[in-house]
């Protein structure tokens, strides 16, 4: 069974930098896509980032690129988020979910883990 545990949130000054980390196990990690989601309170949950399996290739929401950085350790079966520039709109609870068909569609994302909460002071 796949398990993610995310970590790494926490409060920060505007301007200032998180690093989000989650761990997988029960799976096979570098045959899945992992990604990065965040929901804010009264919105729906959206796309933050996301990493292929293969090339490493890498996808973004508008609105955190060049401020935010998805990476993955395959030997270590982490993927992290590198948030920099934060800004009180990035406050949210933060996601990781892999997904075995890469999409952006949060449908097409098979497991998840609890999230981990961020937020951001003006």
């Known amino acids: 069974q796949v398990q993610l545990v995310e970590s790494g949130g926490g409060l920060v000054q505007a301007g200032g930098s998180l690093r989000l980390s989650c761990a997988a196990s029960?799976?096979?990690?570098?045959?899945?896509?992992m990604g990065w989601f965040r929901q804010a309170p009264g919105k729906e949950r959206e796309f933050v980032a996301a990493?292929?399996?293969?090339?490493?290739?890498?996808e973004y929401k508008d609105s955190v690129k060049g401020r935010f950085t998805i990476s993955r350790d395959n030997a270590k079966n982490t993927v992290y988020l590198q948030m920099n520039k934060l800004k009180p709109e990035d406050t949210a609870v933060y996601y990781c979910?892999?997904?075995?068909?890469?999409?952006?569609?949060?449908?097409?994302?098979?497991?998840w883990g609890k999230g981990t909460q961020v937020t951001v002071s003006s």
């Open positions: 029960g799976v096979t990690f570098n045959r899945y896509h």
């Open positions: 990493i292929r399996r293969f090339a490493f290739m890498t």
């Open positions: 979910a892999v997904a075995s068909t890469y999409s952006t569609r949060i449908e097409d994302w098979t497991s």
